[in-house]
């Protein structure tokens, strides 16, 4: 096993545990649907789809939904909120790296929070673009640097730095990274920024559910609890300090980036 597929290994272990967060993530899919433009008819992959949040709002807007991720669990939870929702979409377990299906095969590609953890960022967008129609919609969300999501990010990384020639996950929150890593594949860049909210009675009480929850962390967690408690103690003061920026009225608030773009 290279590192490149450890390190998938790895991710694919710790992000099993992500329904619980699914919530928090519901209305910031909705929003990725009208963002992208999804009319009936269209066919749609929801890339890294996670619990299917985005997939099943693409399907409530009338489109023939495909949905793929690489952990087996959250497929699962993905067909169980599609079925009691009454939608019809077809899923997939399988690796952004390595789509499995045939060029120019979709009308839009999206993705929430979720192709940014492949380790190879070139290919992961070359493979969204690949089963992308030409003057189809490529658009996603994901984490700026600079708001919450981001911070926690860096600070996991400081902790446990990401295996050489994996970029940091942040880098996709970075408009001028975003329009780079697009290139002269696309044209007409859109950017938005939106704020996800996610109830919590306070910092700690939101950092106890990611630790349980978001992949990276729960790994780090995992580490320093039974090599270094007293660094893990260090990682959560420095985690509620940050997120104490964000805490208003019982809720998280988390700005992300949308990006959006036409195929050429």
């Known amino acids: 096993m290279d ?7 790895m991710q694919k272990q710790g992000w ?5 967060l699914e919530m928090s993530t519901m209305m ?14 269209q066919k749609i992959l929801d890339v890294a789809c996670g619990t299917g949040v985005v997939a099943v709002s693409a399907a409530r807007a009338g489109a023939n939904v495909t949905g793929l991720d690489l952990t087996p669990e959250l497929v699962e939870r993905a067909r169980y909120n599609s079925n009691l929702a009454g939608f019809n979409i077809t899923w997939h377990e399988g690796d952004v790296e390595n789509l499995p299906f045939p060029d120019s095969s979709f009308d839009a590609v999206l993705s929430q929070f979720g192709h940014i953890f492949a380790p190879r960022p070139a290919i992961a967008i070359g493979e969204m673009l690949r089963v992308l129609k030409p003057g189809g919609t490529i658009a996603f969300n994901t984490w700026p640097p600079d708001a919450m999501i981001g911070r926690m990010f860096i600070l996991v990384s400081k902790h446990m730095p990401p295996p050489p020639g994996v970029p940091p996950v942040i880098e996709w929150g970075d408009e001028k990274i975003v329009r ?3 290139g002269s594949a696309v044209r007409d860049i859109v950017f938005e920024r939106g704020t996800m909210v996610s109830p919590a009675l306070s910092p700690q009480h939101y950092r106890a ?4 929850t978001a992949g ?10 039974s090599t270094d408690p007293a660094k893990l103690e ?3 003061r420095e985690l509620d ?6 805490f208003r009225g019982n809720a998280m608030r988390q700005e992300y980036l949308s990006t959006r773009a036409t195929k050429n």
Request: no cysteine; aromatic share 10%.
């Open 28 to 41: 910031p899919a909705a929003q990725l649907v009208a963002f992208a433009g999804i009319r009936p008819g």
């Open 3 to 9: 590192s490149f597929d450890a390190f998938k290994a």
């Open 241 to 246: 300090a940050a997120a104490a920026d964000y």
């Open 216 to 225: 990276p962390l729960i790994k780090l967690v995992e580490m320093l609890g």
């Open 209 to 212: 559910l990611t630790e349980k």
């Open 180 to 182: 780079d890593r697009l």
């Open 16 to 20: 099993a545990h992500f329904a619980p």
């Open 234 to 236: 260090d990682l959560r």
